[in-house]
């Protein structure tokens, strides 16, 4: 029976880049994806695209294809990612430029664009996914909208002799339905086995996670060799049985408890996951430990997918101005409440015109707040002041105050920092498969 296999290649933006190498010169993969986009990261490359026509894809496109190209080419590999972010026709002519550079010839690259949706959303009547209120209370604020675009295109970039795809957005299980689609011919109103491969597809989407990354706990759920984790493989049948492996003598582990997390991952309703591709089922799925870091994966389903797409739409919310102060040795925690509280009270005389402020003590109460609670004061703290505002000119007035504390508050406080950012928040839409239409372009 035919197999495949395909190795995680990333499971973020800033992954590692030498467990792709790896698999890659060791794992006898037949294509390896790079999943490499979230939503605030296309937001931002949108705005980097309006700029400057030439970018808005993967700040670490190139440093990727680099340390992959001349291996996977070599070996007959394919390449399928979505660090083409907001742009993937720069980023294949990207790729395409540096196949010159590095003497590599004869290679197909595809873009699949249509994603992009913002002048569609910007005049399409809809309520907000997340919090019910009418799209116009954020309409004139948008910056980008992309729909998350299912297996199919890139599929049909494969059957068009595609040796590298790049994507924007799409959904993240898809990048690896994709090629099980294109070489067992599957059907995709096939619900059972397009089930199966999203399942498959989101136990791989995030790399080293399956493999015990983002998974170990010291003393309750050890992990060895996490500084050379292996990330993984999923060998596949054309009758939907898969594998989940990892290199041999690579770091991490593949076992039952850490497929069993990553299944959960991200999941609000298991019985009803929901893709561009399928509703997919993963209330039977079972894990069977074959050998030390081969796990069997059988029982996934599917039902008919929905007839909309989700949309992330980002759109221009606020300022965030910032300060930070550290404070060390005995009392440190009394200090830095006491440079909280005048930072505070410096806000109010200065008139800040803020919509949330946040004073953290960073070590004490800053992730869990007030339910923090130790019997032993940290001897070391930092403070932490931020505030959301609706003008640059207003956040800056946070770091600034910060600042003065070096000589105008409690003692001890140092290696200050401040910034003002802007910040692009997302919000999600659904609209009508149909009016999204996705295209291949070849470089």
């Not at 190795?7 to 794992?27: H, M, N, Q, S, Y």
């Not at 597809?201 to 399956?210: D, I, R, T, W, Y």
């Not at 009803?272 to 039977?284: E, L, M, Q, R, S």
Request: charged share 25%; hydrophobic share 40%.
């Amino acid at each position: 029976m035919k197999k495949v296999r395909i190795g995680g290649g990333a499971g973020f933006a800033r992954d590692r880049i030498e467990p792709a190498v790896e698999l890659a010169e060791k794992g006898d993969v037949d294509y390896l994806v790079f999943e490499c986009l979230a939503e605030r990261t296309i937001a931002t490359d949108n705005m980097e695209k309006m700029a400057n026509p030439n970018k808005g894809y993967n700040i670490w496109l190139e440093r990727r294809m680099a340390a992959v190209l001349p291996v996977c080419a070599r070996k007959g590999i394919k390449i399928i990612t979505n660090m083409g972010s907001a742009n993937p026709e720069a980023a294949a002519r990207k790729i395409s430029e540096m196949c010159k550079d590095l003497g590599i010839k004869g290679l197909k690259i595809a873009a699949v664009v249509g994603d992009n949706v913002t002048e569609l959303v910007r005049n399409y009547k809809t309520t907000i996914f997340e919090t019910g209120a009418d799209l116009d209370t954020i309409r004139e604020k948008i910056v980008s909208a992309n729909a998350y675009l299912g297996a199919e295109p890139t599929a049909e970039a494969l059957r068009g002799g595609a040796d590298i795809v790049v994507i924007g957005r799409s959904a993240d299980p898809s990048l690896f339905v994709a090629p099980m689609m294109y070489e067992f011919n599957w059907a995709p109103d096939n619900w059972h086995i397009m089930g199966v491969a999203t399942v498959l597809g989101h136990l791989m989407e995030c790399a080293g996670q399956v493999t015990g990354g983002y998974f170990a706990e010291p003393g309750y759920k050890d992990v060895e060799g996490l500084d050379v984790l292996g990330f993984p493989i999923c060998e596949v049948s054309e009758n939907g049985d898969a594998i989940l492996t990892k290199v041999p003598g690579s770091g991490g582990e593949l076992s039952l408890r850490t497929c069993k997390e990553q299944l959960l991952y991200e999941i609000h309703d298991p019985s009803k996951y929901f893709t561009p591709d399928v509703i997919a089922d993963f209330t039977g799925v079972e894990f069977t430990q074959v050998s030390k870091d081969v796990i069997r994966v059988t029982g996934a389903d599917g039902k008919h997918r929905s007839d909309t797409y989700k949309v992330s739409v980002g759109y221009r919310d606020s300022f965030i101005g910032e300060g930070q102060l550290s404070y060390g040795g005995s009392g440190a925690v009394k200090r830095a409440q006491m440079a909280g509280e005048i930072a505070k009270k410096r806000l109010l005389l200065q008139g800040l015109k803020s919509d949330e402020t946040r004073i953290d003590l960073i070590g004490l109460n800053s992730m869990v707040g007030l339910k923090a609670k130790s019997d032993v004061e940290p001897y070391e703290v930092r403070l932490r002041v931020a505030c959301r505002t609706e003008t640059a000119a207003e956040a800056a007035k946070v770091g600034d105050e910060v600042v003065t504390l070096l000589t105008n508050g409690p003692a001890g406080g140092g290696a200050d920092f401040v910034s003002v950012r802007e910040l692009i928040a997302i919000l999600s839409v659904l609209i009508p498969r149909d009016l999204v239409k996705p295209s291949v372009i070849f470089i």
